[in-house]
T-cell receptor, first 114, second 116 residues
Framework: QKEVEQDPGPLSVPEGAIVSLNCTYSNSAFQYFMWYRQYSRKGPELLMYTYSSGNKEDGRFTAQVDKSSKYIYLFIRDSQPSDSATYLCAMSRILTGGGNKLTFGTGTQLKVEL | NAGVTQTPKFRVLKTGQSMTLLCAQDMNHEYMYWYRQDPGMGLRLIHYSVGEGTTAKGEVPDGYNVSRLKKQNFLLGLESAAPSQTSVYFC???????????????FGDGTRLSIL
């Protein structure tokens, strides 16, 4: 079983829709939770970064962490065609000696249609 | 502000050839990382560095070597390329702001490597 599971999609929604993405994880050692957006032939771009359970909002994006169920969510309000990308969840634990190790989901491909 | 820059962007190699992928960051970050991204596998950590002159193995280090001679640069080497190393390679860096190791990682745009 993978430490982080993410539905690969593809997910297609009309412009203006609310998008809900999620990941589940199995390792309780994960301390920090992130969502990255990756456009085709580009590197992952950090969208949201959270620690502990609860919600964090940034513009049209809301990240939610539920440690009791080991799920994390990303909600996108008023979705736009420019939101079409692959969304990667990532979970972090501190490495001995410094730095942190990210464990990624495989990504969900999102397409927002006009 | 360039952030994390990777060179080259594309490369085709023959089995057995060697090459070095270059990563440079201008954010004065202490930590640097090399990942590979394969379909259905997500990003996996190859090697990482917590400072100039130090490196450590990640989860898929076999067949790769790294060096961090300068704080801003992190090099990934393939001594004898194999078809299984065909992948997209990403470099990332993170800071130690307030002495914490939990700062988010910032990625370059990748090197697409094909090994025939």
């Amino acid at each position: 079983q993978k430490e982080v599971e993410q539905d690969p999609g593809p997910l297609s929604v009309p412009e203006g829709a609310i998008v809900s993405l999620n990941c589940t994880y199995s390792n309780s050692a994960f301390q920090y939770f992130m969502w990255y957006r990756q456009y085709s032939r580009k590197g992952p771009e950090l969208l949201m970064y959270t620690y502990s359970s609860g919600n964090k909002e940034d513009g049209r994006f809301t990240a939610q962490v539920d440690k009791s169920s080991k799920y994390i969510y990303l909600f996108i309000r008023d979705s736009q065609p420019s939101d079409s990308a692959t969304y990667l969840c990532a979970m972090s634990r501190i490495l001995t000696g410094g730095g942190n190790k990210l464990t990624f989901g495989t990504g969900t491909q999102l397409k927002v249609e006009l | 502000n360039a952030g994390v820059t990777q060179t080259p962007k594309f490369r085709v190699l023959k089995t057995g050839q060697s090459m070095t992928l270059l990563c440079a960051q201008d954010m004065n970050h202490e930590y640097m990382y090399w990942y590979r991204q394969d379909p259905g596998m997500g990003l996996r950590l190859i090697h990482y560095s917590v400072g100039e002159g130090t490196t450590a193995k990640g989860e898929v280090p076999d067949g790769y070597n790294v060096s961090r001679l300068k704080k801003q640069n992190f090099l990934l080497g393939l001594e004898s390329a194999a078809p299984s190393q065909t992948s997209v390679y990403f470099c990332a860096s993170s800071s130690t702001r307030q002495g914490a190791s939990n700062q988010p990682q910032h990625f370059g745009d990748g090197t697409r490597l094909s090994i025939l």
